[in-house]
């Protein structure tokens, strides 16, 4: 079969499913997942030509992966369950509380300044699994603590685990490959000095678009979760937002240029803390009005999982408070563990040095290991055990803590161990895992979005870029399976490659946002399992947001500023935004003017408006 259009939209049905699933019909991840993964089974056999063998070689791949990612998923649930069975949740959440009660406040500076640096530390997912349970402890909705550590899945993303989805996912994408070579030659550098580059134009991106990620979260906050619904709250902190976005992603430029790509979201994300945090405890730029969610009786069903902030924490031992420093202090050492064992090479070698998995599975080229020592999930389960010492837990706390967070896993387990082998099946087709001519899934289906593209391409580059973080649920990933090709059509229609593949990244950034696998990992640490598509019907919004900026940035960047699809775009989002922050403004004010009903039922109707 050589219609590249048909191959494209089978290519694209395992995607099409789960979405539909997921968002559509609302249907838990744990039962989209199987569906999503009996489709791309079938077009791989039966159009790519893919041989069982395989598949199941892909499969086994996605299951060694899917372990490694509840490892850490486990590890992060631990670490709540440890905190909250010690009494330490009772001292961290009155540690945000003093600087501010604000909710908006707090996702601000939880979520995306600590966040983006747990991301610049960690990456893979870690953040969510950090801030979501942090925010869920501190009073959150399950799912609004969730909502936040998936959007906050952007802007840092590309620089996430000390530089990996640069250094490791563009550049791995491009070696190897004569034209980029060439192309490095002509332009008077190598591979390394191209990837630098490609970073910083990555950055750069970041920093324009990305600033109005923390705004974004308050409307969420504000518009989906709170008592009158109304997204013009979120609007009433966007001083205080776009100065903690200017104090993350301002660094994040310089730290890029100066020190490198390895420190761009570790120290732009741990500058932005220091200034915010101390700039709000002298209360600079603070709003004069306390933002909070509705009394918890009022909240929707669908908003909580099977978890309260509360458990737990009630039954203190002897009275006694936690002290701020020993309460704080396990999150610090994970941050500490995490930036020691990624940026100290002896100690990095040794704990990556030892895997666990195989290679060449069932005697075909598809291999898979993972790094327990190296893993994030090893650092939480260390901090536990060093956290029963330092918080003189008793043995009966310590075994509910292991007790709790088992049962929790159990939600995402089923999930993620569809999810990843749907995944490697996906992007293991093609002519090396079966007889046939045929590129890849993915790569077919980026193959056929650029010929629809044209010279207008860098519009359409982030979406492939985000497409691929969303079926691999990786930036990494996304990069090694895209670069190289990004690289191609932009010389193919004769514009400059490294604006491209830096768009690439910046794309696939922006896919972690709606990526099932942090979805569903994050959901679970908080004990909210089957809202997967209610979620990503919300993150969906800044993600989409985000690749339009970038796409039309990027074009700006390619061809200048003029009467191009570029600047229209551009000209087009600005206005959308400006309209929509009227037509809210608006909307809320005739809400707030018309006569209120009255009754349970009214209040109901009124909240699932």
């Known amino acids: 079969m050589d219609n590249l259009a048909l191959l494209s939209l089978l290519a694209l049905t395992p995607i099409l499913v789960v979405g539909v699933l997921l968002v559509g019909f609302r249907l838990p991840a744990m039962y989209a997942m199987p569906v999503g993964y009996v489709v791309v089974v079938t077009i791989a056999v039966l159009v790519w030509n893919t041989e069982w063998v395989a598949i199941a070689a892909s499969t086994i791949q996605g299951l060694i992966l899917a372990i490694g990612l509840l490892y850490i998923i486990f590890g992060a649930l631990l670490l709540l369950s440890t905190l909250t069975k010690s009494g330490a949740i009772t001292t961290i959440r009155a540690t945000f509380t003093d600087i501010s009660p604000d909710r908006r406040i707090q996702a601000v500076i939880i979520g995306w300044l600590f966040g983006s640096f747990i991301e610049g530390a960690s990456g893979f997912g870690t953040p969510a699994a950090v801030v979501a349970p942090l925010l869920f402890a501190l009073g959150f909705p399950a799912m609004a603590a969730v909502m936040v550590g998936l959007v906050i899945q952007s802007t840092p993303v590309s620089f996430g685990a000390v530089g990996t989805p640069i250094l490791v996912g563009v550049s791995g994408g491009l070696e190897g490959s004569p034209e980029v070579e060439a192309y490095a030659a002509g332009a008077g550098t190598t591979l390394p000095g191209l990837v630098d580059q490609i970073g910083f134009l990555t950055v750069v991106l970041h920093a324009a678009v990305g600033t109005l990620v923390p705004l974004f979260i308050c409307c969420m906050l504000c518009g989906f979760y709170g008592g009158r619904r109304r997204f013009s709250d979120g609007l009433g902190v966007w001083r205080f937002a776009l100065f903690a976005a200017l104090a993350m992603t301002v660094p994040s430029v310089l730290f890029n240029y100066f020190v490198g790509v390895e420190f761009t979201s570790l120290l732009g994300g741990l500058t932005g803390l220091v200034v915010v945090v101390a700039a709000a405890r002298k209360g600079f730029l603070m709003p004069k009005e306390t933002w909070d969610f509705p009394p918890r009786e009022d909240w929707l069903a669908r ?307």
């Not at 031992?317 to 610090?332: E, N, Q, S, V």
């Not at 990556?352 to 075909?364: D, N, R, Y």
């Not at 090709?485 to 593949?501: H, N, R, Y």
């Not at 229209?568 to 206005?575: D, F, K």
């Open 303 to 609: 908003w909580s999982g099977r978890l309260t902030p509360d458990q737990g924490v009630l039954a203190v031992k002897d009275g006694a408070r936690i002290g701020t420093l020993r309460a704080w202090a396990p999150y610090l050492l994970v941050a500490a563990i995490l930036v020691a064992t990624r940026v100290i090479d002896p100690l990095k070698a040794w704990l990556s040095g030892i895997s666990v998995g195989a290679q060449e599975i069932l005697g075909t080229s598809v291999a898979q290991t993972i790094e327990p020592l190296y893993s994030p999930g090893a650092t939480f389960l260390l901090v536990c055990v060093i956290t029963y010492g330092l918080h003189r837990m008793r043995p009966r706390e310590i075994l509910e803590s292991w007790r709790v967070a088992g049962s929790q896993l159990a939600g995402a387990a089923v999930a993620l161990l569809f999810a990843v082998p749907l995944v490697r099946v996906f992007i293991n087709t093609g002519a090396d895992h079966g007889d046939t001519a045929m590129a890849s899934m993915p790569l077919t289906l980026a193959v056929g979005a650029a010929e629809l593209g044209g010279t207008a391409w860098p519009l359409y580059a982030p979406w492939i870029g985000a497409l691929g973080a969303f079926v691999a649920g990786s930036n990494t990933v996304s990069n090694l399976m895209f670069s190289l090709f990004q690289f191609s059509t932009a010389e193919q229609i004769g514009i400059a490659p490294e604006t491209v593949v830096a768009t690439q990244a910046v794309g696939g950034a922006a896919g972690n946002m709606i990526t099932v696998h942090n979805v569903v990992a994050a959901s679970a640490v908080v004990g909210l399992a089957g809202r997967e598509g209610d979620l990503i019907r919300q993150t969906i919004i800044p993600m989409t947001y985000y690749v339009l900026m970038a796409g039309a940035l990027s074009y700006l960047f390619v061809y200048g500023l003029g009467p191009n699809p570029g600047t229209v775009l551009l000209v087009a989002l600005l206005a959308g935004l400006v309209a929509t922050v009227l037509f809210i403004r608006r909307a809320d004010a005739r809400r707030a003017a018309a006569p209120s009903a009255t009754g349970p039922d009214a209040r109901e109707t009124e909240r699932e408006g």
